[in-house]
């Protein structure tokens, strides 16, 4: 089974940025996709940004070419850096790990976006 932690969030004014941290542990040898998803009050969980143990990543449309999602492998820490922040990306973020027994989640971090 795979534990996961999220840090990072916080306050930040519209145009700014953040870097969200996800930390693994338990099997975490088995994972082979990362995910980072986002649920903002009233409305469905979203994928945010995937990668893989491969190296390959998937943004949501919304997200291209403002929100990078990166690996440290010797940390076991996945990352989104999260630039040109809008008040729409206010929401609560969440790490998504799959893993060939299931899928785990953390347990979130808010992110708001607001002057």
């Known amino acids: 089974q795979v534990q996961l932690v999220e840090s990072g969030g916080g306050l930040v004014q519209p145009g700014g940025s953040l870097r969200l941290s996800c930390t693994a542990s338990?099997?975490?040898?088995?994972?082979?996709?990362i995910g980072w998803y986002r649920q903002a009050p009233g409305k469905q969980r979203e994928l945010v940004a995937q990668?893989?143990?491969?190296?390959?990543?998937n943004y949501a449309d919304s997200m291209k070419g403002r929100f990078t999602i990166s690996r440290d492998n010797a940390k076991n820490t996945w990352f989104l850096q999260m630039n040109s922040l809008k008040p729409e990306d206010t929401a609560v973020y969440y790490c998504?790990?799959?893993?060939?027994?299931?899928?785990?989640w953390g347990q979130g971090t808010q992110v708001t976006v607001s002057s």
């Open positions: 338990g099997s975490i040898v088995s994972i082979y996709v």
């Open positions: 990668i893989t143990s491969g190296g390959s990543t």
């Open positions: 998504n790990a799959k893993d060939f027994a299931g899928t785990s």
